[in-house]
């Protein structure tokens, strides 16, 4: 795999360059161990989640450029799908909620009680389902099931350029946070968590922003420890972080 260097200002502008330079190669493979699930995406598949996202964010919801979305999530896929799109929209994200934020995405039954409640106006439940499932529990009132709305929506978005200046999560911008990933390992890495808390902005560095730049992440959620060693030769990885 070829070294894509990072002149990119943005995690969109990131993305449309790795669509242009290697569409096809694995970007994202996931593991849960504690379901069995291996789901991978490759740039072109990851970007029409991410494309669908935004759609959903602002055709459906009306949001967009200067408002922030409170992201409340564990290590999987749909996070990274979900803040890309956040980001595509024009919305800056935040994974510490303050209780005024436009939209709250979070996961169904996690942590356990569910996601904060907030003041939110709009609330977005994944169900983080094997195969992209829709949430157990029918939603309730003012809350959205991401796995049965985002799919009505198209998987091409077209929005805006995004500022590099423009906060992209938990106060950072887009511009330091590709600045950040210009030193992670380029080629295969792998993240492995055995707990499961919410996402950072480092997360997001080490398991998306970085394998940009060329290669990809495999990302394990309740990493079975007996399982990394194999996983490192199945996937051709070297390990990165985690266990």
């Known amino acids: 795999m070829r070294h894509l260097s990072v002149d990119s200002s943005s995690g969109p502008a990131l993305l449309a360059r790795r669509l242009r330079d ?3 190669s694995p970007l994202i493979t996931f593991y849960d161990d504690a379901t069995g699930e291996r789901v ?4 072109v598949t990851f970007d029409n ?11 459906g919801l009306g949001f967009g450029r200067g408002d922030t979305a409170a992201v409340v999530l564990p290590p999987h896929w749909q996070t990274l799908v979900v803040i890309a799109g956040c980001w595509a929209a024009g919305l800056g994200v935040t ?3 303050a209780g005024d934020e436009a939209v709250l995405f979070g996961a169904e039954g996690w942590p356990v009680g569910g996601p904060p ?3 939110s106006a709009d609330t977005v439940l994944l169900s983080l389902r094997p195969l992209g499932g829709g949430l157990v ?3 309730g009132p003012g809350t959205l099931d991401y796995a049965a709305d985002v799919r009505t929506y198209g998987d091409r978005f077209a929005g805006p350029p995004v500022s590099p200046a423009a906060v992209a999560i938990d106060g950072i911008s887009h511009a330091e946070l ?15 968590y055995d707990e499961d808390g919410a996402v950072t902005a480092d997360d997001v560095v080490r398991t998306y922003l970085g394998p940009l ?8 959620r309740h990493a079975d420890r007996a399982a990394i060693g194999r996983r490192l030769d199945q996937e051709r990885a070297v390990i990165h972080s985690g266990l």
């Open 22 to 24: 290697d569409p096809g």
């Open 40 to 43: 991978e995406l490759s740039a």
């Open 49 to 59: 989640w991410v494309a669908k996202t935004a759609n959903l964010i602002v055709d």
């Open 95 to 97: 994974t510490t909620p």
């Open 117 to 119: 409640a907030g003041g």
């Open 137 to 139: 529990a029918p939603p």
């Open 178 to 192: 590709v600045r950040r990933a210009e030193s992670e390992p380029v080629g295969r890495v792998l993240i492995a």
């Open 213 to 220: 730049r060329g290669g990809g992440s495999v990302l394990c």
